[in-house]
């Protein structure tokens, strides 16, 4: 049984599942798909080819699918898409694509926290946290399990590897590899995401390894492309060292890897 305040507007077309929630002065446009429990609490606006999937909260003053901030987009009909059982928080912006991939996609048990933004054709992972006021551009992509701190910034075109950490108000410029902790303006590597990690379940194998591999290649003296080489046949058995070998490597790069900095204190603890 659905709940719809009389207030909302639904427009003719619009896809509501059963269960839903639909609370006062929301706004559900025409091409706009809600599923199984999803819950619109107030004044939430909802557009575009926009997809809620099965259990989606969004809070006041939210709004998904609006057009993307690009000059080059002339109303074509792109998507957006929230996974199952993400939270939207207070004041959230989410565009839908533009042209080119035309396709913004939050992933599942998301938390998007107060007046964070996910620019146009953005790819964000599954159980990825926004602090508030974070801001994507149009086209970062973003692993899953990523957290980015309050007030971060993340230029457009930039990836974030899965299990990273940004630390609040960073600038971020260039990618992060997986596993890595980011912080300051600009940006700089810093070492590993050990907490994060450890509340994961990663093993001190792992992380040892992590940590030797990350030395190497952002530490270390020496010319960058010889150190890939040395980590592929030093590494040539570690899946989680050869995934970071391969984000380095990968053909989607469009940023430089982000400069490393001063390491923390985690950084230099036996694992």
């Given at each position: 049984?659905?709940?719809i305040h009389p207030s909302a507007i639904?427009?003719?077309?619009?896809?509501?599942?059963?269960?839903?929630?639909?609370?006062?002065?929301?706004t559900v446009?025409?091409?706009?798909?809600?599923?199984e429990g999803v819950t619109l609490i107030s004044h939430v606006a909802i557009e575009g080819h926009t997809i809620l999937h099965e259990g989606v909260q969004v809070s006041p003053y939210a709004s998904v699918g609006l057009p993307p901030q690009d000059l080059k987009y002339k109303g074509e009909p792109t998507r957006c898409e929230i996974g199952p059982r993400s939270l939207l928080r207070e004041h959230v912006t989410v565009h839908r694509g533009s042209v080119g991939r035309g396709h913004t996609m939050v992933g599942a048990d998301c938390m998007l926290m107060a007046c964070s933004h996910v620019g146009h054709d953005c790819q964000v992972g599954d159980r990825v946290i926004m602090a508030n006021n974070v801001m994507l551009g149009g086209h970062v992509q973003v692993g899953e399990q990523v957290f980015i701190g309050g007030g971060a910034a993340?230029?457009?075109?930039?990836?974030?590897?899965?299990?990273?950490?940004v630390g609040g108000m960073s600038g971020v410029t260039?990618?992060?590899?997986?596993?890595?902790?980011?912080?300051?303006?600009?940006?700089?590597?810093?070492?590993l995401n050990v907490i994060g990690l450890r509340r994961?379940?990663?093993?001190?194998?792992?992380?040892?390894?992590?940590?030797?591999?990350?030395?190497?290649?952002?530490?270390d003296s020496g010319i960058f492309a010889e150190?890939?080489?040395v980590a592929r046949q030093r590494y040539v058995d570690d899946v989680l060292v050869q995934e970071v070998l391969a984000f380095i490597a990968s053909p989607e790069r469009?940023?430089?890897?982000?400069?490393?900095?001063?390491?923390?204190?985690?950084?230099?603890?036996?694992?």
């Open positions: 049984m659905n709940q639904i427009a003719p077309g619009a896809r509501i599942a059963a269960g839903v929630t639909i609370g006062p002065f929301c446009g025409a091409d706009a798909e809600l599923r993340i230029h457009q075109m930039v990836r974030i590897g899965r299990h990273a950490m260039n990618d992060i590899p997986p596993f890595g902790n980011v912080f300051g303006v600009p940006a700089r590597l810093v070492g994961r379940g990663f093993s001190k194998d792992n992380l040892a390894a992590l940590r030797l591999a990350f030395r190497l290649l952002f530490r150190k890939l080489e469009k940023r430089e890897m982000c400069r490393p900095g001063r390491m923390t204190a985690d950084d230099d603890d036996d694992a």
